[in-house]
């Protein structure tokens, strides 16, 4: 069975940074590309990022809002995948997701954690 | 960026109802179209991929089509446990992103 479990959030002041972890299990994490998705109270979804795997160069990508301030990484010996937060924004409040990311050319979201909250605030 | 606008923002329905949720990109994308469907203070659960493809374990009332602009979710006949909000999804180019949602309410 597929796992996600998300760790780290919390809450931090505005210019803040903090790590999110999230631990997989069920499936062979080093060849999975994995994705960010995050939820602001009420709100919808939105994409932050993506990491492929180390055969396919562990490119990451990120959306616009936080490029330059979010870093996507894995661990493939800890089947861990991470997200550094640096200068957070009262706006990057939402509940992190992360996922699986489909490689075989379809990139949906097959599988998610079950969230973490981040609360970016003064 | 692609923009994806569902329709409509929200129904209310009945249990057996067929219920239909459209979601229109603002560019073709083929049929690089995903659907989730999340429940309140859950995750969000794969539906539909590829514009038409079930998901594994997921039930046969649910069903999608539609490829390049135009994109539909039909629920053939819904159950208690499909009230939820749904959203559609493009994997056509980065940055992915999703419509609004359709919140499905009990009638």
């Known amino acids: 069975e597929v796992q996600l479990v998300e760790s780290g959030g919390g809450l931090v002041k505005p210019g803040g940074s903090l790590r999110l972890s999230c631990a997989a299990s069920?499936?062979?994490?080093?060849?999975?590309?994995m994705s960010w998705v995050r939820q602001a109270p009420g709100k919808g979804l939105e994409w932050v990022g993506r990491i492929k795997s180390k055969t396919d160069g562990v490119t990451t990508d990120y959306a616009a809002p936080v490029k330059g301030r979010f870093t996507i990484s894995r661990d493939d010996s800890k089947d861990t995948l991470y997200l550094q937060m640096n200068s957070l924004k009262t706006e990057d409040t939402a509940v992190y997701y992360c996922t699986t990311d489909d490689s075989s050319g379809w990139e949906y979201f097959d599988y998610w954690g079950q969230g973490m909250l981040v609360t970016v605030s003064s | 960026d692609i923009r994806m606008t569902q329709s409509p923002s929200s129904l209310s329905a009945s249990v057996g109802d067929r219920v239909t949720i459209t979601c229109r990109p603002s560019q073709s994308i083929s049929k690089y179209l995903n659907w989730y469907q999340q429940k309140p203070g859950k995750a969000p659960k794969l539906l539909i991929y590829a514009a038409s493809s079930l998901q594994s374990g997921v039930p046969s009332r649910f069903s999608g089509s539609g490829s390049g602009t135009d994109f539909t979710l039909t629920i053939s006949s819904l159950q208690s446990e499909d009230f939820a909000t749904y959203y559609c999804?493009?994997?056509?180019?980065?940055?992915?992103?999703f419509g609004q949602g359709t919140k499905v309410e009990i009638k």
């Open positions: 999804q493009q994997s056509y180019s980065n940055p992915r992103t």
């Open positions: 069920g499936f062979t994490f080093s060849n999975a590309w």
